[in-house]
């Protein structure tokens, strides 16, 4: 894989650019209202691009690097797009020792992209997550509220073959 992540097109549309204005708009002068505003519009967009970033810096008057600094900073916040199916593998301790690693390589392989990254159709996105509180079933991957446990590498196609 190259060490550049692939992107998929940012693809806002101007009813959720009215959308985001409109919440702006009701936080315009709130100094604090940072926060409230980048969760709403990950919530109208799905995720925090640039383009999203950088109306919301125009618009409230905040560097785009503060901005920036803050979507990085909270693991709530995400700037990649996420697929319709996200599926995350536990990468804890448990489910790491009995071959967790190898399946995220597996999916990786598969969808012919890295962790962090969404498929160039918007259907899958893969990511890494720390103990979800399965460790009796590791190791454990889910598939946005599916959970498949006591897995092994061979099972990986057949669990994404259900989502195609």
């Known amino acids: 894989m190259s060490s550049q992540k692939k992107t ?4 806002g549309s101007k009813e959720q650019e009215a959308e985001l204005l409109k919440v702006i708009n ?4 709130d100094k604090g209202a940072l926060m409230p505003i980048l969760q709403e519009a990950q919530s109208i967009y799905g995720y925090l691009p640039i383009e999203v970033q950088t109306i919301i810096s125009n618009e409230m008057d905040i560097p785009l690097e503060k901005i920036y ?3 990085t900073f909270y693991s709530q916040f995400s700037l990649n797009p996420k697929g319709k199916y996200k599926v995350s593998v536990c990468l804890g ?3 790491y020792v009995k071959g967790s690693g190898d399946i995220f390589n597996k999916l990786a392989e598969l969808l012919h ?3 962090g990254e ?3 159709d918007g259907k899958f996105s893969l990511d890494a997550c720390r103990c979800i509180g399965a460790c009796g079933l590791a190791p454990v991957l889910t598939v946005n509220d599916d959970v498949y ?9 057949d669990i994404l073959t259900k989502y195609e």
Do not use: H, N, Q
């Not at 446990?149 to 196609?157: A, I, P, Y």
């Open 93 to 95: 301790t448990a489910c």
């Open 113 to 115: 992209i890295e962790g």
């Open 26 to 29: 009701k936080y315009k002068d």
């Open 8 to 11: 998929v097109p940012f693809a």
């Open 149 to 157: 446990g006591r897995l092994s590498v061979d099972d990986v196609k």
């Open 69 to 71: 600094g803050v979507a």
């Open 118 to 120: 969404c498929t160039p």
